[in-house]
């Protein structure tokens, strides 16, 4: 079965360092997502993505974050001013028809900001 | 807003006992219910969905409008049943999705 793959599986960083983090998602899937966990927390929706623009986004994905997609295949979650409290397992998903059809998650990259 | 909730953080059964995993949610409209497992160690995967009305690994889910519940049952659970399992909600629009906090559920032997 096609996986969605994301890089690194651990970063970590300073505060206020800038981090991004990768994703590849399905290769005919047309709808990207982020999600993040913070340690013993539930799963927290981000962003979402289709058509080269963001489709919806939480109250979270504030002026810090962005998502890009620039090359077709790869998609990118930005964090420009780390903190501490956006340490959490971030998530990439992908979709082939939007949210309400299966969403296939790539295995997280851990974000651990010191 | 809350849209779903997930009752028990924690669950534990003996092998071989019925498990039921609660799901509540608050929408308005018609949204479409999943649930999702996470084995250790492993990434998030879907399990079911309720318009598919099947049953996945002897697992089932029936949508109650009037309850607003979609609880995960299984008549006999299995060691390798023991995960974390995450009920989700999608709006119409396939733009978002909302995740409950979670279920840890362990199957003692």
């Known amino acids: 079965e096609p996986e969605v793959t994301q890089t690194p599986s651990h970063q970590v960083t300073q505060m206020g360092q800038e981090v991004i983090l990768r994703c590849v998602p399905i290769?005919?899937?047309?709808?990207f997502y982020w999600y993040r966990q913070i340690l013993g927390q539930k799963v927290e929706f981000l962003v979402s993505?289709?058509?080269?623009?963001?489709?919806?986004k939480s109250e979270i994905f504030d002026d810090q974050f962005s998502v890009e997609r620039p090359d077709g295949s790869n998609f990118t979650l930005k964090i420009r001013s780390t903190k501490l409290e956006d340490s959490a397992m971030y998530f990439c998903?992908?979709?082939?028809?939007?949210?309400?059809?299966?969403?296939?998650f790539g295995s997280g990259t851990q974000l651990s900001v010191l | 807003a809350q849209r779903v909730t997930q009752p028990e953080k924690l669950l534990s059964v003996f092998k071989g006992a019925p498990v039921e995993l609660k799901c509540n949610y608050s929408y308005s409209g018609s949204p479409e219910l999943f649930w999702y497992v996470q084995y250790s160690r492993q990434r998030l995967q879907l399990l079911l969905r309720h318009i598919s009305r099947e049953s996945i690994k002897g697992f089932t889910a029936d949508l109650n409008k009037g309850e607003t519940s979609f609880h995960l049952k299984k008549p006999f659970a299995q060691e390798e049943d023991s995960a974390m399992y995450y009920c989700a909600l999608s709006d119409r629009t396939g733009n978002q999705f909302y995740f409950g906090t979670g279920t840890s559920l362990t199957v003692i032997p």
């Open positions: 998903a992908s979709s082939e028809q939007g949210a309400n059809e299966k969403l296939f």
């Open positions: 993505f289709y058509n080269n623009e963001i489709s919806e």
């Open positions: 290769s005919n899937h047309l709808y």
